[in-house]
């Protein structure tokens, strides 16, 4: 298993609906979990950190960790064109042989007008 | 957030050439990162800039290869040695640790383009 899974899409919604973005891990031991977003032919940019089970809010978006399942997940709600880009989930873990972090590959997102 | 700023931002480089990557930080931050990004692919880890030492590589990289050098807090640089079409990728900086940011997060700079002819 990889250590970082995400469904590469691409993943179509309409203008105004909740796209739903997924990610599982392997367990390595104490997380930390993150969302990051990329347009096309840009670096990624930090969406959302997550560190403990349930829900995370910050305006139309809302990340979902469930440590038990060993998934996370993103919401964004009243889904915008402009939200249309690939979505990178990332793993940090501390082990015994120190940090690691890792990065899913990526979820396109495109939402419809 | 802070600014990480990279030079060059693009490049076209013949083959067997060098080129070095330079990235700085605005703010002091414990760990720096080098990142490849082959187009359509995500992220890959090429190694950690460690300051006044020699880089930590992942699986796959080598120093001969991917000479990193961290001189201090804010700033490193990536050399890209003996280039092939292959390199032909985006090289991205990241920082973590940024004085006022969880120590948790990275943050990114805009990348460097290079292709290799």
């Known amino acids: 298993q990889k250590e970082v899974e995400q469904n590469s899409g691409p993943l179509s919604v309409p203008e105004g609906a909740i796209a739903s973005l997924n990610c599982t891990y392997s367990?390595?031991?104490?997380?930390?979990f993150f969302w990051y977003r990329q347009y096309s032919g840009k670096s990624p940019e930090l969406i959302m950190s997550i560190y403990s089970n349930g829900d995370k809010e910050d305006g139309r978006f809302t990340a979902q960790l469930n440590k038990a399942s060993q998934y996370v997940s993103l919401l964004i709600r009243d889904s915008q064109p402009s939200d249309s880009a690939t979505y990178l989930c990332?793993?940090?873990?501390?082990?015994?042989?120190?940090?690691?972090?890792?990065f899913g590959t990526g979820t396109s997102l495109t939402v419809i007008p | 957030s802070a600014v990480i700023s990279q030079k060059p931002s693009r490049d076209i480089c013949q083959r067997g050439t060098s080129l070095t990557i330079q990235c700085q930080v605005d703010s002091q931050v414990t760990m720096m990162f080098w990142y490849r990004q082959q187009p359509g692919q995500s992220l890959t880890l090429i190694a950690t800039a460690n300051q006044g030492s020699e880089a930590t590589y992942e699986s796959g990289f080598v120093i001969d290869k991917f000479p990193i050098s961290r001189p201090n807090l804010t700033f490193s640089t990536l050399t890209v040695s003996n280039m092939s079409p292959e390199d032909s990728s985006i090289y991205l900086c990241?920082?973590?640790?940024?004085?006022?940011?969880?120590?948790?997060?990275?943050?990114f700079g805009p990348g460097t383009r290079l292709t290799v002819l």
């Open positions: 990241s920082g973590k640790g940024l004085a006022g940011t969880s120590t948790d997060t990275q943050y």
């Open positions: 990332a793993v940090r873990w501390v082990t015994r042989d120190g940090n690691q972090f890792y």
């Open positions: 367990d390595r031991g104490s997380q930390s």
